[in-house]
């Protein structure tokens, strides 16, 4: 589908991980022999992956291969469910210690879900909710954050005569640039994406990845997709999953028309998956 392999067979690597090296874009997060268990099955091998500030890195590989297990490490949100070892680096913190706060680091740090979940409640209170829990009270400031969010959002212009009603009216897309909304109210330094548009059709995924886009100016992203188009579109590093291991990580160009590893040209030539 997309590559233009200028590898041949015999010269395909096992695993090929080239990190981000770009000073313009530091790395901000970072994650460390990581290891993700459930029960007694590992579900997560040696996860090392770096993260440049300001980009979009997409998660992408086969059902069950480890992106959203991966994806959910790194704000604890598998805390409850699964044993993590190694180490998540923060901006020099490892986040995986006990002592860590974990709200605050999932403030810093925050996530959407793969279907839109917004809360029975209005759009406004969809986003001052969280904005009173950390003390914002002020009519004026909740208004401004609320509008902040929603534009940055790109959902203000649809919604600004109708921020009384129920969220649960908003279509499919409206609901998932709410959460997004929601979620970058308390302005975190990250944002996790699980599959942000796989319940979305074609116009709301374009609408949905047109955000993203500028979402990055202000907010370093990291995206699980099985669409691989999405990908490519979007983000500027790939990292390609396979049975619970980072099989390849490089530059999205490189691992859509060069990849190293033969699994990832088979699946992103689609010929498994």
């Not at 020099?92 to 810093?108: A, F, I």
């Not at 001052?128 to 950390?134: D, E, G, I, K, S």
Request: aromatic share 8%.
């Amino acid at each position: 589908m997309f590559v233009n392999n200028d590898v041949s067979k015999q010269d395909m690597e096992e695993r090929h991980i080239v990190q981000p090296h770009d000073p313009d874009h530091p790395v901000v997060l970072s994650t460390e022999d990581l290891h993700v268990y459930y029960g007694k099955s590992e579900a997560l091998y040696e996860g090392d992956l770096k993260f440049a500030q300001n980009q979009i890195t997409a998660l992408i590989g086969p059902s069950g291969s480890g992106k959203s297990t991966f994806l959910r490490s790194l704000n604890r949100m598998n805390d409850r469910i699964a044993t993590v070892t190694g180490k998540i680096m923060y901006r020099g913190v490892d986040v995986n210690q006990p002592d860590v706060d974990v709200y605050e680091m999932r403030r810093r740090i925050g996530m959407v879900f793969q279907r839109p979940n917004p809360f029975a409640k209005s759009i406004y209170d969809n986003i001052a909710f969280a904005l009173r829990l950390r003390g914002v009270t002020a009519k004026k400031d909740l208004d401004e954050k609320v509008e902040q969010s929603l534009r940055q959002a790109a959902l203000w212009d649809q919604v600004k005569d109708e921020l009384t009603k129920s969220a649960l009216a908003l279509s499919g897309g409206q609901a998932q640039r709410l959460c997004i909304a929601r979620a970058i109210a308390l302005r975190p330094d990250i944002l996790l994406l699980d599959e942000p548009a796989s319940a979305l059709d074609p116009v709301s995924t374009s609408q949905l990845e047109d955000t993203l886009l500028k979402l990055k100016e202000h907010y370093t992203i990291i995206i699980v997709t099985h669409n691989m188009q999405q990908a490519a579109r979007i983000s500027e590093y790939t990292a390609f999953f396979n049975q619970g291991r980072v099989l390849e990580y490089d530059t999205t160009s490189h691992i859509f028309t060069n990849p190293r590893v033969q699994v990832t040209s088979d699946y992103v030539s689609g010929n498994f998956g």
